[in-house]
């Protein structure tokens, strides 16, 4: 072979690779495309005005630790979400309707919905709380409730003990409301004497708006939140739980549980 023929031979089969190299990174980017475009995607309910675990940003977006987490685990499971801000009472029917697929709303896992709805592994722990206005004195724990009217959200953990505490004759009035802000409204107008709410909740409403209410004696209880699905997705909760582990495992959720007092100062 002449000199010339060696050159052009040695760059036909450099052309050849390079170009080779090429098609195999296209046809890379096209795999990761078709496989974007497969990602199931799963709409997720909650009630946006309970921070520190859902809130809507100045740009309108659901924001929050239950936001961060479901994401990661979404991200670490290959599905895509959409979040739908509704009423906490309505989540469970819209879950049985097909309307939403996954409840992530600061949900207590109880005894009660497990009868409605399949929930995940718990991912955090909360308890429920007593407020009242920053000036009163006379209600220092649940047993002050004695012929007084209590503010709580619609179909919440604290609304189930405001009638526990009816029923047993202490509580001798419930005032529900769909927002958590608007339970406080009451007791600012002297509407309601107290509140019983999520703990980290009503702390995060307080560093938000100082001045209004203060919280009271310990904690009534401890409850877990749980994510849910429809009863029988066995399917989708398996990769919650999944996608729920790794976060753990990854550090990512401890990552997250910093970031949560700042989702409070934020509000
Ligand atoms: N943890 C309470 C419950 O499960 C209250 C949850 C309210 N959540 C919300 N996003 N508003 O009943």
């Not at 919650?240 to 753990?248: D, E, F, M, S, W």
Request: with cysteine; proline share 4%.
């Amino acid at each position: 072979m002449t000199k010339l023929l060696k050159i052009l031979a040695l760059l036909l089969v450099i052309t050849t690779v390079v170009f080779a190299a090429g098609c195999a990174e296209q046809g890379e980017a096209g795999a990761e495309e078709a496989a974007a475009e497969e990602m199931p995607t799963y709409y997720v309910g909650t009630e946006a005005q309970f921070p520190p675990f859902e809130i809507v940003n100045a740009e309108g977006n659901v924001i929050g630790f239950d936001v961060d987490l479901m994401n990661a685990i979404a991200e670490d499971q290959g599905f895509k979400v959409i979040y739908q801000d509704q009423d906490f009472s309505g989540l469970i029917p819209a879950l049985q309707t097909g309307n939403i697929d996954i409840i992530a709303s600061g949900m207590t896992i109880t005894e009660e919905r497990e009868g409605q709805v399949d929930f995940s592994e718990p991912y955090i722990n909360a308890g429920l709380a007593l407020a009242v206005a920053v000036g009163n004195e006379d209600i220092q724990s649940v047993d002050d409730l004695q012929g007084k009217t209590v503010a709580v959200q619609t179909g919440s953990t604290g609304f189930f003990k405001a009638e526990e505490l009816k029923e047993a004759g202490i509580v001798a009035n419930i005032k529900d409301f769909p927002h958590v802000n608007e339970a406080i409204s009451e007791i600012e107008i002297g509407g309601a004497d107290a509140m019983i709410n999520d703990l980290p909740v009503t702390n995060a409403f307080i560093a938000a708006k100082p001045g209004v209410i203060k919280i009271v004696g310990e904690p009534l209880n401890s409850e877990a939140y749980g994510f849910a699905v429809r009863e029988g997705n066995t399917e989708l909760l398996e990769k919650i739980n999944t996608g729920l582990q790794n976060v753990r495992d990854s550090g990512k959720y401890d990552e997250l549980l910093v970031d949560l007092p700042n989702y409070m100062e934020d509000e």
